[in-house]
């Protein structure tokens, strides 16, 4: 089920929390926002889950009109919020029957659907247990379950690895992903390595403007600023000869040296496809042995930080 947000805004006094926004997530994709603290994450993940009324736009779960019929949406509609709002004095499994009949699944249906989501989301060992007695990763997994037992076709996880340990991160990431196979997800973090590795699309939000969206690589390529090089050249006496001529190609925007004692120098190009080719033919033509001519790639860190520091 698809995910179509028209214009959102959501004020605050005269604060703009979300600032007309508009985006689609298709059936089947797992969408990574990401953003600074006082982004407008939480409260378009809120918009979308129902829980709060936007001030302008639309949104649309499905055909389902989420301002006009809340109700209808949220049967469609798994929500873990940052907070997991767990009744820690209940038994694992307790819990989910008491979840699972809020979400008006069949009397008859809910003990087979909680095994159901004891397995998809291992608690097997640990569903007698109360929650209060569970480590935070597997009251993680509670919450998923929770968000899962009446089987929604979205699921939206505000920020659901916060305070795991690595293991338990890994855990939920394997989880997500395999939950996302057959559904929509939006998944929020602060973690970026844990966006790269399981969302299929990233878009970055910043004072309540979407300020980029699209794949990891497609992110990268649209990144501004100059693409980075590393060159060795080997066996040569005058490297002051071979920065001239390295600074002077088309496109090459700085040139610096990396090493005191060889021609390692760290090249920024606006074109670095270009760039490597001349730089080929410039060590066959003066006969430099060139060792190493490695793009550097552009980390997710570097892009978030570039399009939110302002």
């Known amino acids: 089920m698809d995910i179509k947000v028209e214009n959102l805004t959501k004020l605050y006094g005269v604060q703009k929390a979300v600032d007309d926004i508009s985006f689609v997530v298709k059936t089947g994709e797992i969408l990574g926002f990401l953003g600074p603290n ?13 829980f709060l009324l936007p001030d302008n736009g639309s949104i649309y779960i499905g055909d389902n009109d ?39 699944v069949p009397k008859q249906n809910i003990d087979e659907r909680v095994l ?29 379950a929770q968000a899962l037992i009446h089987d929604p076709d979205i699921l939206i996880l505000d920020e659901p690895t916060t305070g795991l340990d690595p293991n338990q991160i890994i855990e939920i990431r394997e989880l997500i ?10 998944l929020s973090s602060h973690i970026l390595a844990e966006v790269e590795a399981t969302c ?11 300020v980029a969206n699209g794949t990891t690589a497609e992110l990268r390529n649209r990144s501004q600023g100059n693409e980075i090089l590393i060159v060795e050249i080997e066996g040569i006496s005058d490297r002051d000869t071979v ?21 390692k120098l760290e090249i920024q190009s606006s074109d670095a496809k270009q760039t490597k080719k001349l730089i080929f033919d410039l060590c066959v033509k003066n006969n430099w042995y060139l060792s190493q001519l490695t793009p550097v ?3 997710l860190e570097d892009i978030f930080r570039e399009l939110t520091l302002n």
């Open 38 to 50: 006082g982004a407008g994450k939480t409260t378009t993940m809120k918009a979308i889950a129902t």
């Open 66 to 104: 989420a301002i006009k019929s809340p109700q209808e949406v949220k049967k469609h509609i798994g929500y873990l919020p940052e907070n997991n709002p767990l009744y820690t004095e209940m038994p694992v499994i307790d819990y989910l029957r008491f979840v699972a009949a809020l979400n008006n």
């Open 116 to 144: 159901e989501m004891v397995k998809l989301c291992g608690l097997r060992g640990e569903k007698h247990k109360k929650i209060e007695e569970l480590s935070k990763g597997y009251q993680q997994r509670v919450g998923l």
């Open 177 to 186: 992903k395999k939950i996302g196979r057959s559904k929509t997800v939006i």
């Open 200 to 210: 299929d699309r990233i878009m970055i939000i910043n004072k309540g403007k979407i």
């Open 243 to 263: 920065y001239t001529a390295v600074a002077e190609l088309p496109n090459v925007e700085m040139v610096d040296f990396l090493e005191n004692e060889s021609a």
């Open 297 to 299: 790639e552009t980390k």
